[in-house]
């Protein structure tokens, strides 16, 4: 008789061992090995061979581009991220902090698709249905074609979605559901990969779209093995601070159209809806006050005016930091403030803060954070009709930045007068521009 293989898996990354060890050399995580039963291990080499099947070289000349059937939610934020609406048989991670909106979110969308004819099926392994009643009334979400269903079995959610051919199956969320093909607990790695494996399947062969709320962990990753990303066709994550009405739903990945984009809603009494005057919620009128200093940025294919405060104060230990703004690059502009303009901030606080709860990725703010920098340290106020853009580099020099006239359009748009830009645009829109090679140039017109 052969002898089993033993397989050993981590409950926190899905690595697999031949023996039991203390410490994953994977993710690191102590005492997280279990032992895999012979139905897990054949499961996981089903997946393993799904995932890596082999198949044959076409000529290129010769692919057919499959015609991609998309519908919209009637949410235009969402639509945009998802690339111009929903895929038809699509697999939709969505990932989100606690009390972030991702259920609310769902839930809305959820009753616009069955008002436009979907049948759509809820199903949620958190909360009761009568939790979910009150909270589809306060949203204006109930629908004759929105149908419920509070269960945390795999097999009898699959058996629900395709014996009445709904559209559309929200699962809320993925970590509350379990197999009866794997032992483990839900939520595990085994049960999670079980899942995902299931659902897409069902989505592929019937056609049904498929919106997947998963948990986070502390480091802001998906809870669960990366094969869960991998198996998605589109990966959402809900970004906020659950303390303030502004929520970003972010594109990581995507099949069907680009990360770049990012969806802004705001949390109003009837739940989250699309920020529709986003524009002055991130920067704020009035008086010229020292240590602020304006800037647009781009957010996929929109412009943003946002504003940049800056605190700077003497201290005996001296301390760097900063909100939605990289602390190594403001780390590069306080060395680069010291080498060129010679001023002492050795002994001085630097703290950086974007208004808004906005999280800059790119480095057309450089000149604005500089400028703010500036105008606290010297205690002199910038007016609040002028913005700065450009992107600084390590010898003091002014750098161009993509989407200049998309950015003075939006600067138009919100009644600015003056721009501190590094080179001439092809339309000033209006706006007196300054062009300024070097930082110092922007010191002297301070």
């Not at 639509?79 to 902090?97: K, N, P, R, T």
């Not at 948990?215 to 906020?240: C, N, Q, W």
């Amino acid at each position: 008789m052969a002898k089993s293989k033993t397989v050993f898996e981590c409950q926190a990354c899905g690595n697999q061992q031949g023996k039991w060890i203390g410490k994953c050399p994977n993710c690191g995580a102590w005492d997280s090995f279990i032992e895999l039963s012979d139905t897990q291990i054949k499961i996981s080499k089903e997946l393993a061979k799904f995932s890596s099947s082999p198949s044959k070289a076409v000529s290129m000349d010769k692919v057919e581009i499959e015609n991609i059937k998309r519908f919209s939610t009637d949410d235009a934020e969402l639509d945009l991220v998802l690339g111009g609406g929903v895929v038809e048989g699509s697999l939709v991670l969505i990932g989100g902090s606690p009390g972030i909106g991702k259920s609310t979110l769902l839930l809305k969308i959820s009753s616009n698709l069955a008002k436009n004819g979907k049948k759509t099926l809820y199903v949620s392994g958190e909360e009761s249905a009568s939790q979910i009643k009150m909270r589809a009334q306060r949203l204006n979400a109930v629908d004759k074609n929105l149908f419920l269903l509070t269960e945390i079995n795999l097999e009898t959610i699959l058996s629900e979605a395709k014996k009445n051919e709904y559209k559309v199956l929200v699962v809320d969320s993925i970590q509350t559901l379990y197999s009866q093909n794997v032992s483990s607990a839900p939520g595990s790695v085994s049960q999670v990969r079980e899942i995902t494996f299931e659902l897409m399947r069902l989505a592929k062969e019937q056609e049904i779209c498929v919106f997947i709320i998963g948990h986070i962990t502390k480091d802001g990753s998906i809870a669960g093995p990366r094969i869960l990303e991998h198996m998605v066709d589109v990966v959402l994550y809900f970004e906020g601070d659950a303390s303030r009405e502004l929520r970003m739903l972010r594109g990581f990945k995507n099949r069907f159209g680009s990360t770049s984009e990012v969806g802004i809603f705001e949390m109003s009494a009837n739940g989250l809806v699309c920020a529709t005057e986003i524009a002055s919620k991130f920067f704020t009128r009035g008086n010229a006050v020292s240590g602020s200093a304006i800037t647009v940025i781009m957010e996929g294919s929109r412009a943003l005016s946002v504003e940049i405060q800056a605190l700077v104060c003497e201290s005996a230990y001296p301390k760097r930091s900063s909100t939605g703004y990289e602390k190594n690059r403001l780390d590069m502009l306080l060395a680069l403030l010291e080498r060129k303009l010679e001023i002492p901030l050795g002994h001085y606080d630097v703290f950086i803060n974007v208004s808004g709860g906005v999280k800059i990725n790119e480095t057309a703010a450089d000149l604005a954070v500089v400028a703010a920098i500036i105008s606290s340290f010297r205690n002199r106020p910038i007016s609040k009709d002028s913005i700065f853009i450009g992107e600084l580099s390590l010898n003091g020099e002014i750098r161009d930045v993509f989407n200049i006239d998309e950015r003075l359009k939006e600067a138009k748009r919100q009644k600015f007068k003056n721009a501190i830009i590094p080179s001439k645009p092809l339309d000033t829109q209006g706006i007196k521009c300054f062009y300024a090679k070097e930082i110092t140039q922007v010191l002297e017109w301070m």
